[in-house]
């Protein structure tokens, strides 16, 4: 019998890709067998298998005395033990001899360059570090950060980290509003930004909005300020007593400051969800399992080599800016590239010279900027030479299988593997993905769990359910990367992820797993569409779409329907086709062939864009407000184009 609650899988996906002879022979792990053994060794003793990489991988002040000590739901890793992020980063490096190594290379929108080495990062995150300790930061203190893409958003990172100050990261595109909440819900008490940040040609006014938020942040008792836009604009007001230039307090700061050893369970970090399913949530990360989850992490997904030129296209300001642009790469002693811009300026083609100049290696972006690539053309791609890359990888969103045989094709040359990773804020870092040297790729799915990582797909009674059945996705055993708290708020935290389903990590999204093992994600448990007795999930209905080759992006929602308790209601962008009555009906007819007569929509709407969050991911909830009809959509503080959800309103039919 069927475990209750559970999804049916209606999309079959058959291609299958081997990691290619020569890159596993280079690799980290370079077979199937040598992962599965790595898995099995780690699952019979998880404590024991994260403590012995964390005596090796970590610098210790003082060693740990207990790996892990779990009162449900609170994780303490690493017990009695004293690390620096900061120190992990840079001085180990250092002392490894890596110090003329590159640790950034930068290009700014307009075309301004940088590169940074372990060193030369070293003494920067030292001397800020000093500032900070100047203006009053003490270990615990909260520190708001909202800036473009510079080296100076890591160097303020690695300080805080340095000294035991907590950062806050806020992605530097949010309103004065959410900054506000921001510095309210973590209580911040400094303030760093820029004057500027180039986005599309523009000059974006951050420091503006920053006054607008300070203005209504009572905690919060100075602001540094970077210089970032020159002379293009007109001067950032500065408020005398409250703040200062960055490059005049860094001007005498001393480079000498040694990292502070801090417990294991010091917090380095609180990062607000992206706000897909609701409200913002205030993740807690902490020091020591976080940094060995990153740095681990990092290595073996990304098949880390001293010669690569790694590039994370994420912005800092999600999750996936802070473990694979910041703290996995730079504890491996990484070279990371960081760019400030758009990829389609000053054209779309941005990406591509970007990586045909830096002789990029190994290339990690989001299923929406793939998305757009290829509504954009193949044009823009086929001009640039991308014989150095190696490797892909996509976070954020599941990717179509469509899009991804388009990654492959066009940005992979068919010669590069793509890891798939799964992950969220909460789990710190990629929880699943396929290790490229070992686990042979299929489109769509994001393969197997890390070493370490045990997951269990459960019904609504809680009970694990078969093979190939979608049930929720829960992880089993707590992890060094976890989550250890939404800050300030216990109830939460046990709430969203500690109640369903006892003694397990509620997720919040579901998946199958395919007889081979693999898994499948297929959407957040809140999307799940109900027709006719049938639980479906998202993703395959507008995978389905997506392999249509008129559509670009879709996404699937439910609408109350009396007859069959909800009909499938989809959203459509075109790729440069006009929208007729005639494709909307072909359109229905595809997903009915692709899938099935249960999942075929019975409204397609098409629509110019989808509303999406400010990290690039389609909000449904708001999607199934307006296909409902309903007056008012839920919380849109981190959408990221209102006019979107304007016109879709407005589009009735
Ligand atoms: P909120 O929790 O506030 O709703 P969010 O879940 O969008 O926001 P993130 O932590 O940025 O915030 O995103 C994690 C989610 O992104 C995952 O739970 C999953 O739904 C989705 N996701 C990330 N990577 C993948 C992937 N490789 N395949 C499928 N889904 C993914
Ligand atoms: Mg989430």
């Known amino acids: 019998m069927a475990a209750t609650g559970q999804i049916d899988t209606v999309m079959h996906e058959s291609r299958q890709f081997p990691p290619p002879a020569d890159f596993s022979n280079r690799a980290r792990i370079k077979s199937l067998a040598e992962y599965e053994a790595m898995w099995n060794q780690a699952a019979a003793d998880l404590p024991k298998f994260w403590a012995d990489l964390a005596r090796d991988e970590l610098h210790w002040f003082k060693p740990f005395e207990k790996a892990l000590v779990w009162n449900e739901p609170y994780a303490q890793w690493f017990v009695g033990g004293q690390t620096n992020v900061s120190y992990n980063c840079l001085d180990a490096k250092l002392a490894e001899g890596h110090g003329d190594r590159l640790a950034f290379l930068w290009e700014g929108e307009p075309g301004d360059t940088r590169s940074l080495t372990y060193t030369e990062l070293h003494r920067e995150v030292c001397k800020f570090a000093n500032v900070l300790k100047k203006l009053g930061i003490a270990t615990g203190d909260r520190v708001s950060l909202y800036m473009p893409m510079t080296p100076e958003l890591a160097i303020a990172m690695l300080a805080c980290a340095r000294i035991g100050a907590i950062h806050s990261v806020i992605f530097a595109g949010f309103s004065a509003e959410a900054i506000a909440d921001r510095n309210h819900d973590s209580a911040a008490k400094l303030q760093i930004t820029a004057d500027y940040s180039w986005r599309r040609g523009k000059a974006l006014p951050l420091k503006a909005t920053v006054d607008e938020a300070l203005a209504k942040s009572p905690t919060v008792e100075k602001c540094i300020v970077l210089r970032r836009g020159g002379k293009t604009g007109p001067p950032a007001p500065m408020q005398a007593g409250r703040d200062f230039w960055w490059h005049e307090l860094m001007q005498d700061a001393s480079p000498e400051c040694s990292a502070v050893p801090l417990d294991s369970e010091s917090t380095l970090y609180i990062l607000y969800t992206s706000g897909s399913t609701g409200k913002p949530k205030g993740i807690k990360h902490t020091t020591a399992g976080y940094n060995l989850f990153s740095k681990k992490t990092f290595q073996w997904v990304f098949d880390h080599r001293d010669d690569d030129v790694y590039w994370c296209t994420a912005d800092i300001g999600w999750v996936t800016g802070h473990t694979y642009v910041v703290y996995g790469p730079l504890s491996s002693g990484a070279t990371v590239?960081?760019?400030?811009?758009?990829?389609?300026?000053?054209?779309?083609?941005?990406?591509?010279?970007?990586?045909?100049?830096?002789?990029?290696?190994?290339?990690?972006?989001?299923?929406?900027?793939?998305?757009?690539?290829?509504?954009?053309?193949?044009?823009?791609?086929?001009?640039?030479?991308?014989?150095?890359?190696?490797?892909?990888?996509?976070?954020?969103?599941?990717?179509?299988?469509?899009?991804?045989?388009?990654?492959?094709?066009?940005?992979?040359?068919?010669?590069?593997?793509?890891?798939?990773?799964?992950?969220?804020?909460?789990?710190?870092?990629?929880?699943?993905?396929?290790?490229?040297?070992?686990?042979?790729?299929?489109?769509?799915?994001?393969?197997?769990?890390?070493?370490?990582?045990?997951?269990?797909?459960?019904?609504?009674?809680?009970?694990?359910?078969?093979?190939?059945?979608?049930?929720?996705?829960?992880?089993?055993?707590?992890?060094?990367?976890?989550?250890?708290?939404?800050?300030?708020?216990?109830?939460?935290?046990?709430?969203?992820?500690?109640?369903?389903?006892?003694?397990?990590?509620?997720?919040?999204?579901?998946?199958?797993?395919?007889?081979?093992?693999?898994?499948?994600?297929?959407?957040?448990?809140?999307?799940?569409?109900?027709?006719?007795?049938?639980?479906?999930?998202?993703?395959?209905?507008?995978?389905?779409?997506?392999?249509?080759?008129?559509?670009?992006?879709?996404?699937?929602?439910?609408?109350?329907?009396?007859?069959?308790?909800?009909?499938?209601?989809?959203?459509?962008?075109?790729?440069?086709?006009?929208?007729?009555?005639?494709?909307?009906?072909?359109?229905?007819?595809?997903?009915?062939?692709?899938?099935?007569?249960?999942?075929?929509?019975?409204?397609?709407?098409?629509?110019?864009?989808?509303?999406?969050?400010?990290?690039?991911?389609?909000?449904?909830?708001?999607?199934?407000?307006?296909?409902?009809?309903?007056?008012?959509?839920?919380?849109?503080?981190?959408?990221?184009?209102?006019?979107?959800?304007?016109?879709?309103?407005g589009d009735e039919e």
């Open 337 to 649: 590239l960081m760019y400030e811009g758009a990829p389609n300026f000053p054209d779309e083609s941005r990406f591509w010279q970007l990586i045909e100049k830096y002789k990029v290696t190994v290339f990690y972006t989001a299923p929406t900027a793939i998305r757009a690539f290829i509504k954009w053309g193949d044009q823009h791609v086929k001009k640039h030479d991308l014989s150095s890359l190696r490797l892909l990888g996509t976070v954020g969103e599941g990717i179509n299988p469509e899009a991804w045989m388009w990654y492959h094709r066009v940005i992979g040359g068919e010669r590069c593997p793509i890891v798939d990773t799964w992950w969220q804020t909460e789990t710190g870092g990629i929880m699943m993905s396929p290790l490229p040297g070992a686990i042979a790729t299929k489109p769509g799915s994001c393969t197997k769990p890390l070493p370490g990582i045990v997951p269990s797909i459960v019904g609504e009674d809680g009970k694990p359910v078969g093979v190939n059945q979608g049930g929720m996705l829960t992880i089993a055993h707590p992890w060094p990367g976890m989550l250890r708290g939404v800050w300030g708020d216990n109830a939460r935290y046990k709430e969203i992820y500690w109640s369903k389903v006892p003694g397990k990590y509620l997720a919040g999204d579901n998946a199958r797993c395919d007889e081979d093992g693999y898994y499948w994600i297929m959407g957040r448990i809140d999307d799940v569409l109900k027709v006719s007795g049938h639980r479906l999930s998202t993703i395959e209905i507008e995978s389905a779409l997506v392999s249509h080759p008129a559509v670009a992006e879709a996404a699937a929602v439910g609408r109350p329907d009396e007859i069959k308790g909800e009909a499938v209601a989809v959203f459509v962008t075109l790729k440069n086709v006009e929208p007729t009555e005639a494709l909307r009906n072909e359109l229905k007819l595809h997903v009915r062939k692709e899938i099935g007569a249960v999942g075929q929509p019975d409204d397609v709407r098409f629509a110019a864009a989808l509303p999406k969050t400010r990290s690039g991911k389609i909000m449904r909830r708001l999607l199934r407000d307006i296909a409902a009809g309903k007056e008012t959509v839920g919380d849109t503080t981190t959408l990221e184009d209102y006019t979107v959800l304007a016109t879709l309103r």
